[in-house]
Structure formats: structure tokens, C-alpha cells
């Protein structure tokens, strides 16, 4: 590369990523901390995409502590891709302390640490962070809600209650007419064989 900048370093990065090459997609980010560039949120977001992807907490962990050091650990847009990436690797517990430990969340932190929750199956965490969610006034995403509707569909305590209860939270909010809650609803109604209610 003739100029070296955090730009066209970003863009290689993401476009490798996307790509599926990931081994390439993490070349560019060493030689980008090689040639001294002063790495970006960005730069970040790609490396921590790429962690989750293949699934390696060993290097998330690693990127975790580069964007500490660089002084970026307070971003809410990396603690979020951090709760994101740390779920796709299994690592759910150190999602969760990166969660209860941070200053700075928004909806996209508690909906990631729900998605996370979801993604292996600890339920009962989840449900308890969807109603500390909604008592602290803020809004569940229809992503996320189509993630913990599909969990209700699995047998856990009070997995019916919990999925109807959130049919009408979504009736209550208008997002019921959304197709991935609505046909979240359809296929946890159609599981717990509750076909009334489907319709």
C-alpha cells in the first residue's frame, strides 16, 4: 500500500471480513499497528467482528486490551461490540461483567447481553435482564425480541408465561405487526402447541 491511513487500512479490514478472510482481514490490522497507525474505533469494530466470527476469545480478549490501552474502552459503540463478541465466543460471563462494569450503556448493550443470552440458552438470566430493561424505561429491539420469543419456545421455568406475557408487551408497543416478532410469535405458539393463540 503506497499511503499508509487508517482508512483505506479499515476498509481492506471490513472488506476481508466480509469476504470470509479472516486471516487476511487480520494481517491488515497487524500492519496497520506495525506502520504505527493510530487505530480507530473502526479499526476496533472490524478486529472485534472478526473475533466474533471465528469464534476466538483468546484474541477478542486480546483486542479487548489494545482498545483499553488506546484509550477507546469507554466507547459505547465498543463496549457494545465487546458484549457482542465475547456472546459469540461462549463467553458469556465475562459479557456479562463487561455489562455490569461499564459507566456507558444504551439499548444496543442490553439487547447485545440479551442476544448473548439467548445465543446459549441461559434463559433465566435473560428473562431477568428483559424486565430490568423494561423497568429502567428502555426499549427491547425487534431482533431481540424475536431471539427471546424463539427462547420461550424451549422449556425452561415458566417459558409460556414468560412468551405470552411478551406477546403483549409487543401488542402493547406495536411491534407485533413487525415480521420477525410476528413470526417469532407464530413459531412459539405453533411449538408450545398453543394454536388458539397463533391466530
Given at each position: ?12 479490514l ?7 478472510l ?50 477507546l ?13 465475547y ?7 465475562r459479557?456479562?461483567?463487561l ?6 450503556l444504551?439499548e ?47 422449556n ?8 405470552k ?6 401488542v402493547?408497543l ?26
Amino acid at each position: 500500500m503506497p499511503k499508509h491511513s487508517v482508512i483505506s487500512y479499515n476498509s481492506l479490514l471490513s472488506g476481508y471480513s466480509q469476504m470470509g478472510l479472516f486471516v487476511n482481514s487480520m494481517e491488515v490490522f497487524n500492519e496497520a499497528r506495525v506502520f504505527g497507525l493510530k487505530l480507530d474505533k473502526f479499526t476496533y469494530a472490524g478486529a472485534l467482528n472478526l473475533c466474533g466470527q471465528i469464534g476466538d476469545p483468546l484474541l477478542g480478549m486480546l483486542i479487548h486490551g489494545l482498545v483499553i490501552v488506546s484509550g477507546l474502552g469507554d466507547k459505547v459503540f465498543l463496549t457494545n461490540l465487546l458484549i457482542d463478541m465475547y456472546s459469540k465466543c461462549s463467553q458469556v460471563n465475562r459479557a456479562t461483567l463487561l455489562f455490569e462494569c461499564s459507566n456507558d450503556l444504551d439499548e444496543v448493550s442490553w439487547n447485545s447481553l440479551i442476544a448473548g443470552y439467548v445465543r446459549v440458552g441461559a434463559n433465566e438470566e435473560m428473562v431477568k435482564l428483559v424486565g430490568k430493561m423494561h423497568r429502567s424505561g428502555l426499549k427491547l429491539n425487534t431482533y431481540a425480541l424475536g431471539s427471546v420469543l424463539k427462547a420461550c419456545c424451549t422449556n425452561f421455568k415458566d417459558s409460556n408465561q414468560h412468551g405470552k406475557a411478551l406477546h403483549s408487551f409487543s401488542v402493547k408497543l406495536g411491534l407485533d405487526l413487525d415480521d420477525v416478532v410476528a413470526i417469532a410469535l407464530l413459531d412459539m405458539y405453533a411449538k408450545i402447541e398453543d394454536l388458539v393463540d397463533a391466530i
